[in-house]
Nanobody
């Protein structure tokens, strides 16, 4: 059974950085396209960044130039490096395997002074 566990969230001041991690177990991780989503209070879940098994990436416009998605297929992890964080980035961040119903439970990122 596939499991996804996110970590790395927390409280950060505007302009600060955080690195989220998603640990995957089960399945053949290197074959998966992985997504990072976020959901702010009262909003729908939003796709933020994607990385294919081969390392191709894509980002929503609002995070381009600030966020970087990466992966390590040896230890079955996907990361989201978030720089220059702003209050609008406050949300619960989730990782997901594209094309499946496998989600993690999320990690909360709060950007506030």
């Amino acid at each position: 059974q596939v499991q996804l566990v996110e970590s790395g969230g927390g409280l950060v001041q505007p302009g600060g950085s955080l690195r989220l991690s998603c640990a995957a177990s089960g399945g053949i991780f290197s074959l998966y396209t992985m997504d990072w989503y976020r959901q702010a209070s009262g909003n729908e879940r939003e796709l933020v960044a994607t990385i294919t098994g081969g390392g191709m990436t894509n980002y929503v416009d609002s995070v381009k130039g600030r966020f970087t998605i990466s992966r390590d297929n040896v230890i079955n992890r996907v990361y989201l490096q978030m720089n220059n964080l702003q209050p609008g980035d406050t949300a619960v961040y989730y990782c997901k395997i594209r094309g499946t119903s496998y989600w993690g439970k999320g990690t909360l990122v709060t950007v506030s002074s």
